[in-house]
């Protein structure tokens, strides 16, 4: 479609000018000898040219009257009585350019043009944003299940609040659909929303991705770059697996979430920040607490507002809309005209135990479609796995004889680390602890060194 602009110029000959000039390069043009002429038309324009001297209403007050009725057009200023100072107040009231008199036809274009571009950016952004929003809509995260509905309904009164929000629940629940459902249905929603992996940074890497460093910090720190908390401020940043973070770490983040300030690497300036934050995590803090991996004041100040997810195996009702919503969405995708799932296959999905909760129901779906030959997913396409089978215990040495609880424990943590060779991290996912769970053992063993 052809792209309409409102030339404002009470100078006529100019005003032909640049309407011939513009229709030439197809456009299509309105005229206006006024402001008052110019804005009874100007709601259909998609850029507005308007001369800064008009008779009555000037360029700049023509300018608020069009923020006030449409306020996503572009308007570029013409003024034959240019300065610096004549263009910063034209760019502050919301001019997006400006053109001094006399300018050549080339000029002109150039600005158009480059105006109009920034224009359809920043359309592109905004229905990228509105799209992106409408995924986090309750519509689109499924849960008939009562507790779901509780946990949508402390959603809608926590998202409007600056509160910090500490997500639990276990791995593939949803907690990063809930975090950013929380953000979408802020005041922030038109902010940044920052997601931070905890266990993704290595440790030693952790303060420098989070809070930024400066130049020369450390051998390789050629230049300045800020951190994750300064990319996300005044939106919100989602910290996932807070469980993992070091207690170095902790110590910054209680100040970040009390005095909303902090440091960068390498600096002793003090920055200010408003962000708001959202932590999830998998495991539980309150045992971590007692172990004194994770700091008691850093706890409660991340626990303001609680919501526990409960795993998939708890709201069996979820879990036949789930399936048959990632079918509608995976089908497509894999090329595949399958639209429905059979009773049979259906019970089976629910009576099964999904360690890996709604991930999990997911990838089955997805590796159904693909095997499946006929026209719905029969009991036949859905591959399981086999739960562990548990070797059967006596009443009678299930320790090892001669030993306690105590020496048990360290003797399995030796093992793991002879078959770690010595490697705590992955010593730690051996033993399914975090390496701050492993550390705090050792530190009790009297091996941490």
Sequence with gaps: MKK??????DEEKLR???ELQLTAAGFDVDKAATAEEGIKIVDRADLV???LRLPRMNGLQFLSQIRLQNAQVPVVMMTAYGSVETAVESMKAGATDFLLKPFSLDHLMQVVNKALEVRDLRDENRKLKEELGRRYEYDNIIGRSEAMQEIFATVERVAPSRATVLLAGESGVGKDLIARAIHFRSPRRDRPLVKINC???????????LFGYEKGAFTGAVGSKPGKFEQAD?????LDEIGDVPAVIQVKLLRILQEREFERLGSNVTRHIDVRVIAATNQDLRAALEQGTFREDLYYRLNVVPINIPPLRERKQ????LANHFLRKLAPDAGREIDSISDA????LVNYHWPGNVRELENVIERALILCRGQQLEPEDIKLETAPSRRPQTDQHFLPEGMTLDQYEQEIIREALRRADGNKSQAARLLGLTRN??????????LEA
Excluded: C, H, W
């Excluded at 266990?199 to 991705?209: C, D, R, V």
């Excluded at 979820?318 to 809309?321: A, P």
């Design 4 to 9: 309409r602009i409102l030339v404002v110029e």
């Design 16 to 18: 032909r000018v640049i």
């Design 49 to 51: 040219l308007s001369d």
């Design 199 to 209: 266990t993704a940074i290595p440790e030693n890497l952790m303060e420098s991705e």
């Design 234 to 238: 005044t939106g919100t940043v989602f």
């Design 318 to 321: 979820d879990i036949s809309f």
């Design 345 to 348: 296959a259906m019970e089976k």
């Design 437 to 446: 769970a492993l550390r705090y053992r050792l530190t009790q063993m009297g």
